[in-house]
């Protein structure tokens, strides 16, 4: 598995396994199988309510925990600087481990104002060793450099809705300049995706893969690091197996052509769609 370097010295693989909406024994068998196959980042949030599954996709897994890395999200309704912490603390107990190795700001939730002290709080937990390194999700440009003013701590991951549809250039910008990894949810477009459209077609008959395969190539050209998730073990292999090709720059730019300004899959701009 290829990585990417974090701004805080540390790495992620260069593609994760999405876990929403995977709970119960079934969820436990589909993360199980994602380890089986290959990944070794598993991402998961509080508002997921499939943190324990997670922990024990682990160590069904048999995997030694330095391989793996697992990630989670504070909610909404755990803003606050010690009430993050407090919630980092709890999904630890949940997962059954004694150390995250990614948390994220699952949203800013801006008229709550709380952003900058959970932030605060985030950053407290990595200098207590509750977490390797944090960062935050829909976080948007003046966001970012709001709690980067006020701590002086750059996130390592800003987590944001990124496929074909809504490419997110702007923001890639952004995170390229303050050494931000981008990270992609829904990075395969779920009920919008792409798979029919001519960039797309084209370049899985040109290079003898998948349209899945494409985007996620695409994703990775681009820069980001796509979260797929799947419960068939089949397909958990061919996300995975994006590594043996490579898209030419004109099959990259067509693809990213293919955004709208109003792209999004459900209209979640983080400026007024919250979550608790």
Known sequence: METYE???GTTLPKIGFGTYPLRGENGIAAMTSALEVGYRLLDSAVNYRNEYEVGEALRRSGLPRDEVQIATKV??????RGKAIASIEASLEVMGLDRLDLVLIHWPNPSQGKYVRTWEGLVEAREQGLVRSIGVSNFTEPLLQEIIDATGVIPAVNQIELHPRFPQVDMRAVH???????SSWSP??????????????DA??????TPAQVILRWQLQIGSLPLPKSANPERQRTNLDVFGFELTDAEVEAITGLGKPDGRLFGGDPNTHEEM
């Open 6 to 8: 974090l701004n805080d």
């Open 75 to 80: 909610p909404g309704r755990d803003h606050g």
């Open 176 to 182: 390229a300049r303050l050494g931000i990894q981008t």
């Open 188 to 201: 395969l477009g779920k009920r919008d995706a792409a798979y029919d459209e001519a960039p797309v077609a």
């Open 204 to 209: 899985a008959k040109a290079h003898g893969v």
